[in-house]
């Protein structure tokens, strides 16, 4: 806990003794509180996730994100009192160097870019609760990398740009810091008029042996429907799955603002399919469908209620999943007087 | 080691193309980009990139300061592989 608060601490006042010279560092990020029910077990979790922009001119961007999680639950599952125990992670700290309109310079602690539910669907923006079954092919438990990366759009026209992504990772143990000794890279094609962008992923995971890693993904978003479609597709020799994911939100187009159109119904359906799993690997040891249902509002002030319920098919037994979350997603000045 | 050698260099390569292919693409883009945008209509355009690329997963900010939405726009230029022109129009768009 201490040591990604004095990260941040001290993130902030190399942000703050630069800021005469420079332009202003946000606050941004969300609380929110979960609640779930999987299997007869209830979990409570408070979240706080603030991130924290400095930019140093046109060029220079130093970009860090703490994760802070208290688990409360019952101390044998579905029976016994409630214990809670908190978590603390540093998701990213990174510097990037804008180097030109189509390369940025990454070093640092980054969010792994495999496919793209990692980087792009933190919990304020991810349309259900649960990650997929599959988020943890390519990201593992961390979910972050330690090393050097270079991304941006190679090609951007009108109608299309092409954007990219490659990175090396070291292997680090160092508790709340750890990451996979990797390398790998992702390339996407966006088509602003039509809201469609497909992209595919590869990671060669340098430990234990060594392993490929593969996937795709697609995101579309018809411009005059609010509909959101979002879909991956990930294979490791751990286990290989998919999932597709639709949200609608009632409104005759994406511009209008009133009480129906602020509610979003979501669904989800998922497949899992068992590899040959290693020690290091986090997914499922048996086969898994499952599919997922709910509902968002987004009320005034950036706040979000999600009510979910999901039912899980495996051979190691079938369970319903409920989940409620709500979440306050903020943005503010990181100095005093800037906010108009 | 010989493989990280490999990956480094890999990336360097790839960093070095990008590069040299930004510049024989784009010779002196800076102060076109700028002419080409005080020439348009910056903010019916910006609405629309705002649009296709922002409102994938956000609505439009109440209010910031227009420092505010340049780091904003920065770090979304980063994580969500914004181009530079969308970058510059949307910013003139939320920050006029």
Redesign the interface.
Same mark, same amino acid.
Request: glycine content about 10%; proline content about 6%; charged content about 15%.
């Given at each position: 806990m201490n040591r990604v608060w004095g990260m941040l601490l001290g993130l902030m006042c190399t942000a703050t003794g630069l800021w005469a010279q420079s $332009? #202003? &560092?946000?606050l941004?990020g969300a609380v929110a509180f979960q609640g779930s029910r999987s299997g007869g077990a209830n979990a409570f979790q408070p979240i706080l996730f603030p991130v924290l #922009? %400095? &930019?140093f001119g046109d060029h220079w *961007?130093v970009?860090a994100r703490g994760e802070i999680q208290g688990f409360i639950a019952r101390q044998d599952g579905t029976q016994g009192p409630y214990t809670g125990q908190f978590s603390d992670v540093l998701a990213y700290l990174q510097v $990037?160097y804008? %180097? @030109?309109?189509? +390369?940025?310079?990454?070093v640092g602690r980054f969010l792994t870019p495999f496919n793209i539910y990692n980087?792009?669907?933190p919990l304020w923006?991810a349309n259900l609760e649960d990650t997929p079954i599959t988020y943890v092919i390519g990201t593992r438990t961390s979910a972050s990398s330690n090393g %050097?990366?270079?991304? !941006?759009?190679?090609v951007?026209r009108p109608k299309w740009?092409l @954007? =990219?992504t490659? =990175?090396?990772s070291?292997a680090t143990t160092t508790e709340n810091l750890q990451s996979g000794?990797a390398?790998g890279g992702r390339a !996407?094609i966006?088509l602003?008029?039509d !809201?469609v962008e497909v992209g595919a992923s590869y990671q060669?995971f *340098?430990q234990n042996g060594g392993s490929n890693i593969a996937g795709t993904y697609v @995101?579309w978003?018809p411009?005059p429907i609010p509909l $959101?479609v979002r879909a991956e597709y990930a294979h490791s020799p751990g286990g290989q799955g998919y999932w597709i994911e639709g949200a609608y939100r009632f409104a005759s187009n994406?511009d209008i603002n009133t009480w129906p159109s602020r509610l979003q119904a979501v669904a989800r359906v998922q497949q899992y399919f068992k590899g040959h799993p290693t020690s290091l690997d986090v997914l499922p040891s048996t086969n898994v469908n499952q599919f997922d249902c709910g509902a968002n509002y =987004?009320l005034p002030h950036n706040i979000r209620l999600n009510g979910s319920y999901g039912r899980q098919y495996s051979s190691a037994g079938n369970s319903n999943i409920w989940n409620f979350e709500l979440t306050y997603r903020f +943005?503010f &000045?990181a100095l005093p007087g800037?906010?108009? | 080691m010989k493989t990280r050698f490999m990956a480094i260099l890999g990336i360097l390569v790839l960093a070095f193309s990008v590069t040299v292919f930004a510049r024989h693409q784009n010779p002196g883009r800076g102060q076109k980009t700028t002419k080409a945008i005080a020439n348009k209509n910056a903010a019916g355009s910006g609405e629309q990139r705002f649009q296709a690329n922002c409102g994938r997963c956000h609505v439009p900010p109440d209010s910031l300061s227009p420092r505010e939405v340049k780091a904003v726009l920065q770090h979304m230029r980063v994580r969500a592989m914004l181009s530079a022109d969308d970058e510059q129009l949307i910013l003139q768009y939320l920050a006029p």
């Amino acid at each position: 806990m201490n040591r990604v608060w004095g990260m941040l601490l001290g993130l902030m006042c190399t942000a703050t003794g630069l800021w005469a010279q420079s $332009d #202003v &560092p946000i606050l941004s990020g969300a609380v929110a509180f979960q609640g779930s029910r999987s299997g007869g077990a209830n979990a409570f979790q408070p979240i706080l996730f603030p991130v924290l #922009v %400095a &930019p140093f001119g046109d060029h220079w *961007l130093v970009e860090a994100r703490g994760e802070i999680q208290g688990f409360i639950a019952r101390q044998d599952g579905t029976q016994g009192p409630y214990t809670g125990q908190f978590s603390d992670v540093l998701a990213y700290l990174q510097v $990037d160097y804008i %180097a @030109n309109p189509h +390369l940025t310079v990454t070093v640092g602690r980054f969010l792994t870019p495999f496919n793209i539910y990692n980087e792009r669907f933190p919990l304020w923006i991810a349309n259900l609760e649960d990650t997929p079954i599959t988020y943890v092919i390519g990201t593992r438990t961390s979910a972050s990398s330690n090393g %050097a990366m270079v991304r !941006g759009v190679a090609v951007a026209r009108p109608k299309w740009n092409l @954007n =990219y992504t490659a =990175y090396a990772s070291v292997a680090t143990t160092t508790e709340n810091l750890q990451s996979g000794r990797a390398a790998g890279g992702r390339a !996407g094609i966006f088509l602003p008029q039509d !809201g469609v962008e497909v992209g595919a992923s590869y990671q060669r995971f *340098l430990q234990n042996g060594g392993s490929n890693i593969a996937g795709t993904y697609v @995101n579309w978003q018809p411009p005059p429907i609010p509909l $959101d479609v979002r879909a991956e597709y990930a294979h490791s020799p751990g286990g290989q799955g998919y999932w597709i994911e639709g949200a609608y939100r009632f409104a005759s187009n994406r511009d209008i603002n009133t009480w129906p159109s602020r509610l979003q119904a979501v669904a989800r359906v998922q497949q899992y399919f068992k590899g040959h799993p290693t020690s290091l690997d986090v997914l499922p040891s048996t086969n898994v469908n499952q599919f997922d249902c709910g509902a968002n509002y =987004y009320l005034p002030h950036n706040i979000r209620l999600n009510g979910s319920y999901g039912r899980q098919y495996s051979s190691a037994g079938n369970s319903n999943i409920w989940n409620f979350e709500l979440t306050y997603r903020f +943005l503010f &000045p990181a100095l005093p007087g800037e906010h108009k | 080691m010989k493989t990280r050698f490999m990956a480094i260099l890999g990336i360097l390569v790839l960093a070095f193309s990008v590069t040299v292919f930004a510049r024989h693409q784009n010779p002196g883009r800076g102060q076109k980009t700028t002419k080409a945008i005080a020439n348009k209509n910056a903010a019916g355009s910006g609405e629309q990139r705002f649009q296709a690329n922002c409102g994938r997963c956000h609505v439009p900010p109440d209010s910031l300061s227009p420092r505010e939405v340049k780091a904003v726009l920065q770090h979304m230029r980063v994580r969500a592989m914004l181009s530079a022109d969308d970058e510059q129009l949307i910013l003139q768009y939320l920050a006029p």
